[in-house]
């Protein structure tokens, strides 16, 4: 099985790659499946047809113990777990210092029956480390997460189907056997 679950098309407002020809480039790349996860940023950006000003959200994401986006299951996986890696120029922070939070969350998945996404982009940003980290994917596998789907983010004709075979060769080094594609949100297990 070869799929890229993570791709953008025009319908996202970073990307103008337009949603036949990522159809057609993933056909000629011989990708069997892809998954579109395009994005409207929500009281980040103003969205196309938004009047007016911006509204921000109010209030931070809610501390770790109340964890309101904890009633929510309608999802597959959790995606960009740990997205700020590729932006914060301080450095990363601290796994030892998240690593309670993550349990709660990665636990949480796991006893919805959902997942979590691994994102190539981490080549393509030059990181060191996998997105999400090896110290969360590994944290993951030993909780019992076995749900994982491999996707590049892509946003242009170069990125489509990239760092998907390194990235399953590093699953494999961690333990994991197996990734994921959906169907009717029911997860599909392949063979890494
Ligand atoms: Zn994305």
């Known amino acids: 099985m070869r799929a890229d679950y993570h791709v953008h098309t025009e319908f996202s407002d970073d990307s103008d790659y337009a949603m036949e020809k990522v159809i057609q480039d993933s056909i000629a790349m011989g990708l069997d499946e892809i998954c579109f996860t395009d994005h409207v940023d929500y009281g980040i950006k ?53 690593k309670p939070i993550l349990t709660k969350i990665l636990k949480t998945v796991i006893a919805d029956g959902k997942g979590i996404e691994v994102n190539t982009s981490s080549y393509r940003y030059g990181l060191s480390d996998l997105t999400p980290s090896r110290d969360i994917l590994k944290l993951y596998w030993e909780l019992g997460g076995h749900i994982l789907t491999i996707g590049s983010d892509s946003h242009k004709p170069e990125h489509l189907g990239t760092f998907i075979n390194e990235t399953k060769q590093e699953l494999k080094a961690l333990g994991f056997k197996k990734f994921c594609t959906f169907d009717k949100m029911q997860p599909i297990f392949h063979q890494l």
């Not at 047809?49 to 309608?74: Q, T």
């Not at 590729?86 to 990363?92: N, W």
């Open 46 to 98: 103003k969205d196309w047809d938004e009047p007016g000003k911006m509204i921000y959200r109010k209030g931070s994401p809610g501390e770790p113990d109340e964890m309101p986006l904890a009633n929510y299951h309608n999802y597959s996986v959790l995606g960009h777990m740990d997205l700020i890696t590729r932006y914060d120029k301080t450095g990363t922070y601290s796994f030892k210092k998240l």
